[in-house]
């Protein structure tokens, strides 16, 4: 994972879940006027770089509709 390829205005947060073993869970934030807003959320990856790319992927798709 190189959080430098992550666009401007935006923020992953990849952890692992609390009460799951080896799972891990990915936030993708994207930076408003004042506040970050919460775009999406997804949990049951394997390893976090799993869930990185799918975060980026999820990115990718967002920006490519604007």
Not at 12 to 30: C, K
Not at 39 to 59: C, L
Request: aromatic residues 16%.
């Amino acid at each position: 994972m190189n959080t430098e390829n992550i666009p401007k205005g935006w923020w992953l947060n990849v952890t692992v879940m609390s009460r799951y073993q080896d799972q891990f869970i990915v936030g993708v934030m994207r930076k408003g006027k004042t506040v970050w807003i919460t775009e999406t959320v997804k949990g049951y990856f394997d390893n976090s770089n799993d869930a990185y790319d799918w975060g980026m992927a999820f990115i990718e798709k967002y920006n490519s509709k604007s």
